[in-house]
């Protein structure tokens, strides 16, 4: 059975459709003004930690629950082209505990009501009986006319402060410099005599081919640290949704409320994956330096960027192993010969873009899973870094990390890493954040660019918060 569809002419707010869907399953995933919001569920494709699945097949679990809903018909469930949001976990088989209750090793959701919206006009698309989902499709048009006519335009503060009743907590830089000063060790141990580190950032020009002869040694590790965060109010899901896509116009913002109350929302800078009609894009993001209080500011930061060695190599790491894993994906691949600068709101970030096309029976899951997790959010080699981080981090990574997005029975899908991330509800929140720790990293500097990539998932956080006197939709 076809879905009932609408067209919603002008500039329709995600975030009315997540309002009208408290208490409801709910996400959003976009960029800038091409958006997809969504509300209720019809099916899922879950796999539970320490259910009967064989951790290192999840990937393939996830693609042949995608195609089962796809084949389902007289429900008007799922066609191929219906797209499914949801992530993985960091880890392959993960504790799902205190804060990822409800967000296990792999949870993609079938919604009801999809919102997409673009330039001028959005598309409403309701899944169900006809009568009842036309029903239902007329309804959520009347309400997003009716709250777009009665607010005004959107204000922010230009700076959320601390409120009365909040409180945080997080591991002191004591802790944080005995991890940092363990990694460093550990690389400097495994080192095999002297290294050209510095040239090799220099060089420039694609990344070659030679994965076989790279270096052995821990070169890298990305270490994360947590931040608790409490208010005396709760975080209204819509405000920080509004807040998060006007502070962060250049990242992929994401919200992913599976079940009610238990919310992952994050603002990612890189693409891990994207693949549509058999176009690939991914962009290798690596590298930081603050970005300034001025223009002038920004622009010497985002010089010393580009001409840190420590940053060059570092980045350059990311690179190569993402270039190493598609190669043997892709018929076609195209990366420039030097990186440039990706300017976010508190942050600024060494970006190469690498595009192609997909090889024939290639898919999305496919190439997330040769991806993740790159160095970017792991290290290099992968395995030497997944061990040392499984001692020097005195948490659960859940979803952090873990690649997020969404996904349909074609093979198409977008995925990035949930970075920038809170999760939690209501009242309860617990931020990450990571750093890259390489040859040359101090921990103080580390320290304070996490408490930088703290900034955008807190901000918006108070930015949510309910006013004292009610509820906002």
């Not at 393939?60 to 993985?88: C, H, M, P, Q, T």
């Not at 505990?97 to 330039?119: C, D, I």
């Not at 009365?164 to 991890?179: D, F, M, V």
């Not at 890298?220 to 998060?244: C, E, M, N, Q």
Request: net charge negative; glycine share 12%.
């Amino acid at each position: 059975m076809a879905p009932v569809e609408r067209v919603v002419m002008g500039e329709a707010d995600p975030a009315d459709l997540l309002a009208s869907f408290e208490g409801e399953p709910r996400g959003f995933w976009g960029r800038g003004d091409r958006w997809v919001a969504w509300g209720g569920v019809v099916a899922e494709v879950r796999l539970d930690a320490g259910a009967e699945h064989a951790p290192e097949n999840r990937f393939e679990e996830v693609r042949a629950g995608v195609a089962r809903l796809a084949e389902i018909d007289g429900g008007g469930k799922a066609g191929k082209a219906s797209r499914l949001f949801g992530g993985f976990s960091f880890l392959d088989d993960p504790a799902e505990n205190g804060s990822w209750s409800g967000f296990p090793a792999a949870r993609f959701v079938l919604p009801r009501v999809v919102l997409e919206g673009g330039p001028g006009e959005c598309r409403l698309r309701v899944q169900g009986e006809a009568v009842e989902a036309a029903a239902e499709a007329d309804r959520i048009v009347a309400r997003l006319f009716e709250a777009s006519t009665l607010r005004g335009p959107a204000t922010f503060p230009p700076e959320p402060m601390a409120r009365a009743g909040e409180s945080s907590e997080e591991r002191g830089e004591e802790g944080w410099t005995q991890a940092v000063e363990a990694v460093l060790a550990a690389q400097r141990n495994d080192a095999p005599g002297e290294e050209a580190a510095g040239e090799e950032a220099a060089g420039e020009g694609p990344p070659g081919d030679d994965a076989a002869s790279r270096e052995t040694r821990l070169e890298k590790a990305v270490l994360a640290r947590t931040r608790d965060v409490s208010f005396s109010r709760a975080v209204s899901i819509p405000r920080l949704l509004r807040f998060l896509r006007h502070e962060n116009r250049r990242a992929h913002v994401f919200i992913f409320e599976p079940d009610p109350g238990r919310v992952l929302f994050g603002a990612a800078p890189e693409v891990l994956a994207e693949l549509r009609g058999g176009r690939f894009h991914a962009t290798a993001v690596a590298g930081s330096a603050p970005r300034g209080r001025t223009s002038h500011e920004e622009q010497l930061f985002a010089g010393g960027l580009l001409a840190s060695a420590k940053d060059r190599a570092e980045h350059r790491m990311t690179l190569e192993e993402m270039v190493a894993a598609l190669r043997p994906r892709l018929r076609t691949l195209t990366v420039p010969e030097a990186p440039g600068v990706l300017t976010l709101a508190r942050i600024q970030h060494l970006e190469t873009p690498i595009h192609g096309e997909a090889a024939p029976g290639e898919d999305i899951l496919g190439l997330v899973e040769a991806l993740h997790p790159t160095p970017a959010v792991c290290g290099r080699p992968r395995e030497a870094a997944l061990a040392l981080l499984r001692q020097a981090e005195p948490f659960e990574r859940g979803w952090y990390a873990g690649p997020v997005g969404w996904l349909d029975a074609n093979g198409d899908g977008d995925f990035v890493p949930a970075l920038r991330v809170g999760v939690g509800g209501g009242t309860r929140w617990r931020l990450y954040a990571g750093a890259g720790i390489v040859e040359g990293s101090d921990p103080h500097s580390e320290w304070e660019e996490t408490a930088l990539k703290f900034e955008p998932a807190h901000r918006a956080l108070r930015a949510g918060l309910l006013p004292e006197a009610g509820a906002e939709g």
